[in-house]
């Protein structure tokens, strides 16, 4: 996963103010050089590991900070991967309840935890980096040149969004037979194919998965005129 806090530490208006130390896990020896920890979201998977881990921090005296972006205890039923992260969860509030601070990404997410006091908790709202986006070198005339039809979409995501997806598919589809001219580009998102000549379905090149090989490789793409992200209206979207 991208450390998400990671844009945030690394802007330019900070001057390299932080050095960041990646820990391979909870027994990382580079933690004792460390000023702060920062946890993100189920980083630390059993509850053992958060407990020793934990006791090491203190032994150390070293704040920790959980980040967070994802209400895992919010799981719909349906869910594919919700005892999974039900398990995980129980971790993730075992770090929290020690934490000096948790960092969420939404007010309602933050809510969610309100066994925790409002004093160490604040929310930081996912944004795009711009060092990863945007594509000052793209020429118009490429761009334009790529286009195959009047209207591209574009809709990405994690391989467990098959009910999501459905929210726009039949929409989409109600376009295309009243003769409107619709390419959808799905990238990851889900685990159904439709065989629609008007859905492309690609995946990323082997090695490219991590966020920022991710974007610098979809921008070349440079033919979306919109990007969606169909969620079910249910308390975990």
Not at 12 to 41: M, P, W, Y
Not at 128 to 150: G, M, V
């Given at each position: 996963?991208y450390?998400?806090?990671?844009?945030?530490?690394?802007a330019?208006?900070?001057?390299g103010?932080?050095e960041?130390?990646?820990?391979?896990?909870t027994?990382?020896?580079?933690?004792?050089?460390?000023?702060?920890v920062?946890v993100?979201?189920?980083?630390?998977?059993?509850?053992?590991?958060?407990e020793?881990?934990?006791k090491k921090?203190?032994?150390?005296?070293?704040?920790?900070?959980?980040?967070?972006?994802d209400?895992?205890s919010?799981l719909?039923?349906?869910?594919?991967?919700?005892?999974?992260?039900?398990?995980?969860?129980v971790?993730l509030?075992?770090l929290?309840a020690?934490?000096?601070?948790?960092?969420f990404?939404?007010?309602?997410?933050?809510?969610?935890?309100?066994?925790i006091s409002?004093?160490?908790?604040?929310?930081i709202?996912?944004?795009l980096?711009?060092r990863?986006?945007?594509n000052?070198?793209?020429?118009?005339?490429?761009?334009?040149?790529?286009?195959t039809?009047?209207?591209?979409i574009?809709?990405?995501?994690?391989?467990t969004?098959?009910?999501?997806?459905l929210?726009?598919?039949?929409?989409?589809k109600?376009?295309?037979?009243?003769?409107?001219e619709?390419k959808?580009?799905?990238?990851?998102?889900?685990?159904?194919?439709?065989?629609?000549?008007?859905?492309?379905f690609?995946s990323?090149?082997p090695?490219?998965?991590r966020y920022?090989?991710f974007a610098?490789?979809?921008?070349?793409?440079?033919?979306?005129?919109l990007g969606?992200?169909?969620l079910?209206?249910?308390?975990?979207?």
């Amino acid at each position: 996963a991208y450390f998400r806090l990671f844009s945030v530490l690394t802007a330019e208006c900070l001057g390299g103010a932080f050095e960041i130390v990646l820990l391979e896990n909870t027994k990382d020896h580079s933690v004792d050089v460390c000023d702060v920890v920062v946890v993100q979201r189920v980083a630390v998977e059993s509850e053992s590991d958060a407990e020793s881990f934990i006791k090491k921090l203190d032994k150390l005296n070293i704040p920790l900070i959980i980040d967070t972006d994802d209400g895992f205890s919010s799981l719909p039923e349906s869910h594919p991967q919700k005892d999974y992260y039900a398990r995980l969860d129980v971790v993730l509030r075992q770090l929290i309840a020690n934490a000096k601070s948790v960092v969420f990404s939404t007010v309602p997410l933050k809510g969610e935890y309100d066994d925790i006091s409002d004093d160490k908790k604040c929310v930081i709202e996912n944004t795009l980096d711009e060092r990863f986006w945007i594509n000052y070198r793209a020429a118009k005339s490429n761009i334009e040149s790529k286009r195959t039809t009047d209207f591209n979409i574009l809709y990405m995501g994690t391989a467990t969004h098959d009910n999501d997806f459905l929210e726009a598919y039949g929409a989409l589809k109600s376009l295309v037979e009243q003769g409107y001219e619709v390419k959808l580009t799905v990238i990851g998102a889900v685990s159904t194919r439709f065989n629609e000549d008007w859905i492309e379905f690609i995946s990323a090149p082997p090695g490219l998965e991590r966020y920022p090989r991710f974007a610098r490789w979809l921008r070349e793409f440079s033919i979306f005129d919109l990007g969606i992200a169909p969620l079910n209206n249910d308390d975990f979207n």
